[in-house]
């Protein structure tokens, strides 16, 4: 199942709810004692996670899970980037990162078990089932069990685990079936509201379409932090008569900027003065460097403040 996201982390009566981790939806069954581990889009990861195909054996045959593969690092956060390289890795590469940067599958759902279909079954009834097999099983590492709760101040503290990458959370109703494919689950992403500069923009200066944000680090050199949704037209018209083209000697002169984080595509960019601070609203998910992978949006415009008043960048 998919989600839709919802403006608010209220907890409803009837719904429960679990934590949103940074990591890669995947799925994992296991038939007549070969383990199956896929993307939700459908792709083959069992040769880049050998570890939990490995572990397979501790499923009953006929038996599949829905969960989320995720990497913590040595401080205990949620490490995407690690994850992601994994996602690369075969053969004896991905054997060294099962040392390295071992994966953990954390079971949310429960699809089937022993055989029998448990899709039409209530999320209540398949979480009570899922909670059992890890117990009967006494399954462990890279085995791990999502928490799930009915309490409101249960979901208030998890909203603070930003500190460790909990993306936010999401909620299931308790008498919903399983159904593929649908946004029956509701999601909230944990964001908060701060400064950047803006170094370069999208499209032409007249009209810019989106904004690269920076931030200086501890050395005063002025990084690349991320890059805003599209602006709407006008907003785009308000920021124009805001920047000025770059000087010579700009910081960025001669860089290349992703279209995303993780992707090689890059962007077609007009450097400006780094003078205009920008309000943006981010969420959690950062990369080892302190940079954003999602798009931030905008806000506002803070021509009340300088690049000196812009909290440094630094890794999370």
């Known amino acids: 199942m998919l989600s839709s996201p919802v403006p608010d982390p209220d907890l409803r009566p009837g719904w429960a709810a679990e934590p949103k981790w940074d990591g890669f939806r995947a799925l994992v069954s296991v038939d007549a ?57 075969r053969g004896a590469g991905a054997a060294r990162a099962v040392a390295e940067w071992p994966a953990h599958f954390v079971a949310f759902d429960l699809l089937r078990l022993s055989g029998t279909d448990t899709t039409l079954w209530p ?42 990458g909990m993306e936010g959370v999401v909620y299931k109703r308790l008498d919903s079936t399983y159904q593929p494919s649908v946004r029956g689950w509701r999601k909230y992403k944990v964001r908060e509201t701060t400064e950047a500069i803006v170094g370069a923009v999208t499209g032409a200066l007249a009209s810019p379409r989106s904004l690269l944000l920076g931030r200086y680090d501890a050395r005063g050199r002025l990084q690349c932090t991320g890059h805003t949704t599209t602006l ?85």
């Open 33 to 89: 004692r070969q383990a199956v581990l896929r993307s939700r889009r459908g792709a083959e990861l069992a040769t880049a996670f050998p570890e939990v195909v490995a572990a397979a054996a501790q499923l009953p045959d006929a038996t599949a899970l829905d969960g989320e593969l995720v990497v913590w690092d040595a401080a205990g956060r949620l490490a995407f980037e690690r994850l992601q390289d994994r996602l690369q890795r």
């Open 232 to 316: 709407a037209q006008k907003t785009s018209g308000t920021l124009a008569g805001l920047l000025t083209p770059a000087r010579p000697g700009h910081p960025w002169t001669g860089w290349s900027f992703a279209a995303g984080w993780g992707t090689r595509q890059t962007l077609d960019v007009t450097l400006v003065r780094p003078e205009l601070v920008v309000e943006v609203g981010v969420d959690v998910a950062r990369d080892t460097a302190g940079r954003w992978r999602h798009p931030a949006r905008l806000h506002r415009p803070r021509t009340d403040l300088s690049p000196t008043d812009v909290p440094l960048t630094s890794p999370p």
């Open 123 to 164: 999320y209540r009834r398949r979480r009570a089932a899922l909670e059992s097999l890890f117990a009967a099983r006494r399954l462990s590492a890279p085995w791990a069990l999502c928490p799930s709760t009915t309490d409101p101040d249960t979901v208030r503290e998890w909203l603070t685990w930003a500190a460790v």
